[in-house]
């Protein structure tokens, strides 16, 4: 067969200049979004709505979480339209700036004791701003890296766009922490949970600094000199890769492990209407915990995806992590800190990132350079807002009060996985295929020999270029 490296971009690869770019500001963009829902869980429910009702005001609280996800696909059409016609760099510039501007704006706004129900409604109006803007991150960032990777390793690179939004969880639950270790309750709740919103201005400035170091990507370069850019790239992603765009959806429906990690787990554990009565600066750290090893994991788990494909990992990390919800759900549900810790350790820190550490290569890999943003954005976004929404579903069906909420929320939580994995399971494997040759179809994957002969010399290139 024909050499595969014709089959893939000239011009110049910025693969450790793109990463740090894709690592740094989903970093920075994902602080700004998970710190909005730190806060849903741990101190909205008392400052923005009534509280007549716990059970409404945790259902309300975690509901306006889930509205940023409605945005998402109204700016995952934006953006991704934005990404395939203009360039991967200037939407991911874009996406910054909404997402900071909003971010801060939230650390601004009066409670529900000033202003009655103005809080709530400009909060879901911010909220809505801040999924409009995320939508196009994951995308774009996924599609930079993988377009400057070099090919044998497309899954190891663009594995730090989700190194990067770890770590951005990191820091969202790290600064919470000591506020409301050292700062008494009533000050915590007054003012000092605005700190960690107003910090979001620094977002603004260095993510700017950085992307803008970052040169437009060489198949995207190709496809504006060949005059192939399309015009209405989702219509021309719906009319061609419409199946693989439901793959993604299905696939996204993973977030559902986040949610219980991080969102339906901090309520369940911390709202007072539960009465498991964790401290707040305790639950904390369990997230903080399980993203660090996240953060160890990743990389690993993105180069073993370009040895044996990104299907495997991914079946086997929504399994598994599918299973592991009901211990991570019953360690809290008795009380237990350390059993928790472990739990989402293996849980969320190992097991999952055999999703979460591939999808950022799986999907786009799935779409043509044409459409590429568009496709995953669009997919992706529909995809987790209805995980998004299974938050305010699980107090629904698991108010406080309720009986055996382990078992309820550990079940339609394998479910969703289940769902996932039997999409990943239909999709054709794509780390072999030149980057020319994805998104088709009938695209043949390149001699698996002749792939680890590219992919070694590769990594060796990788080797003396440090040295």
Not at 324 to 351: E, K, R
């Amino acid at each position: 067969m024909a050499n595969p490296n014709d089959r893939e971009p000239r011009g110049t690869h910025q693969s450790k200049k793109a990463t740090a770019s894709g690592w740094i500001g989903s970093a920075l963009e994902y602080y700004d979004f998970f710190i909005y829902a730190t806060a849903a869980s741990l101190i909205f429910p008392q400052i923005f709505f009534p509280k007549t009702d716990p059970t409404v005001a945790i259902i309300a609280s975690l509901a306006t979480y889930g509205v940023g996800y409605v945005a998402r696909p109204i700016g995952a059409f934006f953006l991704g339209h934005w990404g395939d016609t203009k360039g991967r760099k200037q939407v991911l510039i874009v996406c910054m700036f909404l997402m900071g501007f909003s971010t801060v704006a939230v650390g601004l706004l009066p409670t529900y004791d000033q202003v009655g129900l103005w809080a709530p409604a400009l909060l879901v109006i911010l909220r809505l701003i801040q999924g409009f803007a995320v939508a196009g991150e994951i995308s774009g960032a996924s599609s930079m890296i993988l377009e400057h990777a070099p090919f044998g390793r497309r899954g190891f690179f663009s594995s730090f766009t989700l190194q990067g939004v770890q770590a951005g969880q990191i820091m969202a639950a790290a600064v919470f922490l000591p506020l409301a270790h050292y700062m008494p309750t009533e000050a915590f709740n007054t003012w000092g949970w605005r700190i960690p919103f107003l910090l979001s201005f620094i977002v603004i400035v260095a993510g700017y600094i950085i992307r803008r170091e970052v040169d437009e990507t060489p198949a995207f370069a190709e496809e504006g000199k060949a005059g192939v850019v399309p015009k209405a790239p989702v219509v021309q992603a719906v009319q061609e890769n419409w199946r693989d765009m439901l793959r993604v959806m299905c696939c996204s429906l993973m977030n559902v492990i986040p949610v219980v990690t991080t969102i339906f787990g901090a309520a369940y554990a911390v709202q007072p209407g539960y009465g498991i009565g964790f401290e707040k600066d305790v639950y904390l750290w369990i997230p903080v915990l399980g993203n660090i090893v996240a953060v160890m994991v990743i990389p690993f788990v993105g180069n073993l995806s370009d040895k044996i494909g990104r299907r495997p990992p991914i079946i086997i990390g929504a399994l598994g992590s599918g299973l592991l919800s009901f211990g991570y759900l019953y360690a809290i549900s008795i009380h237990n800190v350390p059993l928790a810790i472990t739990m989402s350790l293996l849980m969320w820190g190992v097991v999952y990132q055999g999703y979460n550490a591939i999808f950022p290569s799986f999907y786009p890999e799935m779409f043509p350079t044409r459409t590429r943003v568009s496709g995953m954005a669009i997919s992706q976004n529909l995809g987790t807002l209805v995980s998004a929404l299974l938050p305010a579903l699980f107090v629904a069906v698991a108010p406080p009060g309720a009986t055996n909420i382990p078992l309820v929320i550990g079940s339609i939580t394998l479910a969703v996985c289940v769902v996932a994995a039997i999409a990943a399971w239909t999709a054709r494997e794509t780390y072999r295929v030149p980057m020319a040759d994805l998104g088709n179809r009938n695209a043949v994957p390149v001699p698996k020999p002749e792939y680890d002969r590219i992919r070694e010399k590769a990594v060796s290139d990788a080797v003396m270029a440090k040295a």
